[in-house]
Nanobody, 116 residues
Framework: VQLVESGGGLVQPGESLRLSCVAS????????MGWYRQAPGKQRELVAD???????NYADAVKGRFTISRDNAKNTVYLQMSSLRPDDTGVYFC???????????WGQGTQVTVSS
């Protein structure tokens, strides 16, 4: 099983980034796919998640600025991030979880830094 994130980087406040996570080795369509982030010195927190055919779930801090989407044909989940702020800085992790299968997998993370 592999979850591989890409798309992180250094941007200025107000700019946008799109993260991608490609999954392999899992029945992607049955997994709830999510994005989490961890800022220095803080706990990992949920940013957004989405099940197939479901309604996206967002952390209050990102509502209206971030959009999660998934393409089951490509085994890929995306996080479009707009109006980025310095407090969005952190390592962003992709997660796939299936309650039915009792499994949860993590990617290695991608760094997002928002700074002027």
């Amino acid at each position: 099983v592999q979850l591989v994130e890409s798309g992180g980087g250094l941007v200025q406040p107000g700019e946008s980034l799109r993260l991608s996570c490609v999954a392999s080795g899992i029945p992607f369509n049955v997994y709830v796919m999510g994005w989490y982030r961890q800022a220095p010195g803080k706990q990992r927190e949920l940013v957004a998640d989405l099940m197939t055919g479901g309604t996206p779930n967002y952390a209050d801090a990102v509502k209206g600025r971030f959009t999660i989407s998934r393409d089951n044909a490509k085994n890929t989940v995306y996080l479009q991030m707009s109006s980025l702020r310095p407090d969005d800085t952190g390592v962003y992790f992709c997660n796939g979880e299936s309650g039915r299968l009792g499994t949860s997998y993590w990617g290695q993370g991608t760094q997002v830094t928002v700074s002027s």
